[in-house]
Antibody, heavy 119, light 110 residues
Framework: QVQLQESGPGLVKPSGTLSLTCAVSGDSISSSNWWSWVRQPPGKGLEWIGEIYHSGSANYNPSLKSRVTMSLDKSKNQFSLRLSSVTAADTAVYYC????????????WGQGTTVTVSS | EIVLTQSPGTLSLSPGERATLSCRASQSVSSSYLAWYQQKPGQAPRLLIYGASSRASGIPDRFSGSGSGTDFTLTISRLEPEDFAVYYCQQYGSSPPKYTFGQGTNLEIK
C-alpha cells in the first residue's frame, strides 16, 4: 500500500521560505512516476504547484515558477518543496501526490499539511 | 492555459437519485488527460476517474465518466450518503501549467 506523508513547519513568516518534505512508503521515488505538490487555500479550490521525476527533471506552475524549487532525496525515499518569498496568499493546505506515468492524474495523496504565513 | 469550468456550482439531491456533473474546457482536451476527484471536508482529494472514463482502483461502479473535446461529465447513478462531497475535474496539458483543476461542484444533500 502506497502512502505519502507531508511534514514541515506549520507557520512561516512573511518573506520567508516554506519548506516541506513528502516521505514515500510502499513505492520508490525512482519508479516510473512523477511526484507532485498541490495546494488548497482555505475554502478554495486546488492549485497544482509542480512535479518532479526521478531523473531530477521538474515542471512548475508558471504562476509560482520564480519562487519554487523541488528536489529528491533517493536515500530517504522522499521529495521536497521550497517556496520562497512567501506572503499571506501562500497560506494553504499543501498536499503531495503521485502521478503514474500513464495516468496524467494524481492517484495517491498525502493527508495534507496546513501552512500559515503570518508574523 | 486551459481553463476548466464546472457546473453547477452546487447540486442538491437526495440519496438514491442520479447526479450529473459537468466540466467544460476552454480548449479541446484529449480524453486521455481528463480526471475527476472527490473531496470530503478535512480530507485529501480522492481520484475517481482518469482518462475521462476509467475508474480508479476501488471506485464503485456507480461512478462513471464520459465526454470528449471540451465537454466532460461525471455521473453518479444512485447517490449513497457517503457521496455528498465536493467534486473537481482536472486536465493535463502539454503547455504549462501542465495540470489545472476546475473550481469544483458541491454535491449536497437535499
Amino acid at each position: 500500500q502506497v502512502q505519502l506523508q507531508e511534514s514541515g513547519p506549520g507557520l512561516v513568516k512573511p518573506s520567508g521560505t516554506l519548506s516541506l518534505t513528502c516521505a514515500v512508503s510502499g513505492d520508490s521515488i525512482s519508479s516510473s512516476n512523477w511526484w507532485s505538490w498541490v495546494r488548497q487555500p482555505p475554502g478554495k479550490g486546488l492549485e497544482w504547484i509542480g512535479e518532479i521525476y526521478h531523473s531530477g527533471s521538474a515542471n512548475y506552475n508558471p504562476s509560482l515558477k520564480s519562487r519554487v524549487t523541488m528536489s529528491l532525496d533517493k536515500s530517504k525515499n522522499q521529495f521536497s518543496l521550497r517556496l520562497s518569498s512567501v506572503t499571506a496568499a501562500d497560506t494553504a493546505v499543501y498536499y503531495c501526490a503521485r502521478i503514474p506515468f500513464y495516468y496524467y492524474a494524481m492517484d495517491v495523496w498525502g493527508q495534507g499539511t496546513t501552512v500559515t504565513v503570518s508574523s | 492555459e486551459i481553463v476548466l469550468t464546472q457546473s453547477p456550482g452546487t447540486l442538491s439531491l437526495s440519496p438514491g437519485e442520479r447526479a450529473t456533473l459537468s466540466c467544460r474546457a476552454s480548449q479541446s482536451v484529449s480524453s486521455s488527460y481528463l480526471a475527476w476527484y472527490q473531496q470530503k471536508p478535512g480530507q485529501a482529494p480522492r481520484l475517481l476517474i482518469y482518462g475521462a472514463s476509467s475508474r480508479a482502483s476501488g471506485i464503485p461502479d456507480r461512478f462513471s465518466g464520459s465526454g470528449s473535446g471540451t465537454d466532460f461529465t461525471l455521473t453518479i447513478s444512485r447517490l449513497e450518503p457517503e457521496d455528498f462531497a465536493v467534486y473537481y475535474c482536472q486536465q493535463y496539458g502539454s503547455s504549462p501549467p501542465k495540470y489545472t483543476f476546475g473550481q469544483g461542484t458541491n454535491l449536497e444533500i437535499k
